[in-house]
């Protein structure tokens, strides 16, 4: 079986095209159009790709729609409001009545006034929180404004986009207000819950360069066995056992997305022999890789 490269779609433009969406957008490093659209010539499920571009979703209706962000599905409800940054593994699966906005930006569109996205936006970090659930109040207003963009960028003039620079600003900073609504909620955690949540982020960006608890330990400044029964008491797993599930799934997605071979694919993910590799492979998912990859 030739495993399947996951494609990289720069541009908005490009994604639309494979997604047989006739639209278009005439301003560099901006798109937006409501999700109505789509109907009846785009594809409803598109198979997992990345993109160069950050994209926000708003639904209004949801359906039998479902996304999907780096092997993980994402739980839809009323009102969600959703990220996707350049680098993400994403598919979907759309309901054909799916109803609300695509806004599709890169860095560059803001550069004259924003100085650095991830900073005033930390929502588009790809270690934080991709889904936000919306109340009506907040739907209603991120609704109307997306709409105001949505009728700018039809009706070019000279003044497009620099109106259009100011208000994708405004609404991420709407978006802002929201996630820090979410963060203030975290902030009446529990110390446990503090810590077992700092070690999941923690695990996402350092589960390739080390897979020592005591190196997790180290950056939350607590020792090794008060991590591990912290997350035991709130998991059921250790932190080893957590450690090891992210490696898993990366070497799932790998086998199944990439065209690497179980060598390159050993040393990407920082074994220091492919045998190695294959031994932790087949303990935690009771098959060899290759026979797994022959399989998917």
Known sequence: MTPTVIP???TSNDLNEAMGFPHRSHIPNFDVYSLERLEPSSRRCMPPYRQGFYQIGLLSYVGESKLNLN?????LEDYPLWFVVPGQVFSWVRDEKMAGFNIMFRKEFLMNVVDNV???FPFLKMSERSLLMLTKEEHDTLYFDAQRILSVFQNPHPYQEKMLEGMLVSFLYYCKAVYERYKSTENHLTRAQVI???FEIL???MYVDTKNVSDYAEKLNITPNYLTTTVKKLTGKSAK?????RLLLES???LKFSGLDVGEIAYRLNFQEPTHFTRFFKK?????????????
């Open 252 to 254: 799932k997605s790998l």
């Open 118 to 120: 991830i900073e005033d």
């Open 196 to 198: 077992t949540q700092k």
């Open 284 to 296: 935690w998912s009771g098959t060899t890789p290759n026979k797994f990859r022959q399989s998917e």
């Open 71 to 75: 092997t993980d599905w994402l739980t």
């Open 8 to 10: 990289v779609y720069e």
């Open 241 to 245: 056992d957590i450690i090891q599930e």
């Open 203 to 205: 695990v996402d960006k």
